[in-house]
């Protein structure tokens, strides 16, 4: 989860960000979650949240599958709700934590008539993209992004709107 929200004002003053990190760092403990430093500049922090995810995927000594792992890969809100690509890191990030052999089940959370819906597509498996590099980052990223615009209204496929098509509600 992000450990922060920037720019978000509070009426006329901004939130004071220690008090978010703060915040944040207490729902995260409280439901499980691993905190994701929003700053580019908290590398440390950010390097220390892709180690405890490789944790979550490491398989239990005794040989039950991995548990999941939820990534919103954006890590931002658009202003028209459509799916915007995220920073090549991200398809980086993916790539290291699945290192080809574990799926990626893609999940679109929107609302649909009124209602909050959580659709999840079939898995995808970046298999094929296990070499290392920017082309390899890019593909993975907007393979995931796209299972995912597929299954969101096409009004929300953003920046996957023409490649999505065949897909969506």
């Known amino acids: 989860m992000a450990g922060e929200w920037r720019a978000r004002p509070l009426g006329p003053l901004p939130w004071p960000a220690p008090f978010l990190r703060w915040l944040f760092r207490r729902v995260a403990v409280t439901y499980g979650h691993i905190v994701v430093p929003a700053a580019d500049f908290m590398s440390?922090?950010?390097?220390q949240a892709a180690r405890a995810m490789l944790r979550v995927l490491q398989p239990p000594t005794s040989g039950v599958a991995?548990?999941?792992l939820g990534l919103l890969p954006e890590a931002r809100?658009?202003?028209d709700r459509s799916l915007q690509?995220?920073?090549r890191s991200i398809g980086r990030l993916l790539l290291h934590l699945c290192r080809g052999s574990i799926p990626v089940l893609p999940a679109?959370?929107?609302e649909v008539e009124g209602a909050l819906t959580v659709t999840f597509g079939p898995p995808v498996s970046l298999e094929p993209l296990r070499a290392a590099g920017d082309e390899a980052a890019d593909a993975a990223?907007?393979?995931v992004m796209l299972a995912v615009a597929r299954l969101l209204p096409p009004?929300?496929?953003g920046a996957y709107a023409g490649q999505a098509a065949g897909g969506g509600r």
């Open 44 to 47: 440390a922090g950010r390097a």
């Open 66 to 68: 991995p548990a999941p």
């Open 108 to 110: 679109a959370v929107c």
């Open 155 to 157: 009004s929300m496929h």
């Open 77 to 79: 809100n658009s202003p």
């Open 141 to 143: 990223l907007d393979e």
């Open 85 to 87: 690509r995220p920073d």
